[in-house]
């Protein structure tokens, strides 16, 4: 089990490549659904080797709740390395398990903070706070609750109404691909492991370039569309510290303008390969998902192989 269990938490670095480049070659839709599904196939894995690893230094601490089976010291030689990884998995799962609590519980609390402040205004789809610090975002429904796009009066007050119709798109866009979501769980993969950081910061410019080309695609103008995503994100990001977070960042605005100016992206899942700018991406994208195939089947042997050790340690 030794090789197999320490391999997934080597390989969240074939993300790395992906996370680069598909961003600049594939359709954003398509970027962002990568990163979240490879970031989170990867962050499981990596997590149930580390669990793996802590049975097996939890076994060497005396007076430890396990069996005394499980510490034999035939048991031990047929698990490779783990007295030393063993042990030292063991606050590193702990440092796991409380970054994603902290992430989880800093996510309710700012949707609970966002709920507080709607009380007493109308129950529709857009929820107009007057506020003077400009700011927009959405926040996802629950089953006694619909989804709504939250904006400030000085946000409405500073945009053109042909940009509000941009800006309530970019919002609707989110709102319907459950882009907070995403968030969350790119967000739990980096908390997870430090490698997967990258995938993160680049679901959260997927998510605001998938959401602006298609608010392009229903205003039906990429030029007002870039000005409206531009002036929005600077007037934001701008703004003094608000009461009301957003649920999700700006993005670098520079790059969502310049993209917005730019042809539309194919809607095509992948490039030509006949293209270097496929051929790149596509190599990422294999390379990505060979490492989260490979890591779940590491991990699957490992939790085998260490589940049939103590089985003929102590039958379960």
Same mark, same amino acid.
């Given at each position: ?35 979240? &599904? ?12 580390? &669990? ?29 390395y783990d007295e030393m990884l063993g042990k030292a998995s ?48 959405t926040l996802p429904g629950s089953r006694r609750r619909r ?90 990001? &701008? ?44 190599l990422a994208a294999w390379l990505a998902a060979a490492g ?25």
């Open positions: 089990m030794g090789f197999f269990v320490l391999l997934p938490l080597v390989l969240p670095l074939t993300s790395w490549p992906v996370a680069r480049l598909a961003e600049r070659r594939l359709h954003p839709r398509a970027t962002t659904r990568l990163l979240v &599904g490879v970031g989170v196939v990867l962050a499981a894995c990596s997590t149930v080797c580390l &669990g793996l690893l802590v049975v097996v230094g939890t076994a060497q601490l005396p007076g430890n709740p396990l069996p005394d089976a499980w510490s034999d010291p035939e048991v031990r030689a047929a698990v490779p063991i606050p590193a799962l702990v440092l796991l398990l409380g970054k994603c609590g902290s992430t989880l519980v800093r996510h309710r609390r700012v949707q609970r903070r966002v709920r507080r402040a709607l009380e007493g205004l109308r129950d529709s789809r857009v929820a107009v706070l007057p506020d003077s610090a400009p700011y927009a975002f989804s709504r796009i939250v904006v400030s009066t000085a946000m409405l007050d500073a945009l053109e109404p042909s940009e509000r119709r941009a800006l309530f798109a970019h919002e609707r866009a989110h709102l319907t691909a459950r882009h907070t979501r995403m968030l969350l769980l790119s967000e739990l993969a980096a908390d997870a492991h430090p490698f997967l950081r990258p995938l993160r910061t680049a679901v959260a410019f997927g998510v605001e370039r998938w959401a602006d080309e298609e608010a392009a695609r229903e205003v039906g103008d990429r030029r007002l569309t870039a000005r409206a995503v531009g002036k929005a994100a600077l007037l934001a990001n &701008g703004s003094p510290a608000r009461t009301v977070p957003a649920v999700a960042g700006a993005g670098q605005v520079p790059r969502r303008v310049q993209a917005l100016l730019d042809p539309a992206p194919s809607t095509r899942l992948w490039l030509p390969t006949t293209t270097a700018p496929g051929l790149v991406a596509g989260a195939a490979t890591s779940a089947l590491s991990a699957a042997n490992a939790a085998v192989a260490l589940a049939a050790i103590l089985h003929a340690a102590t039958p379960l």
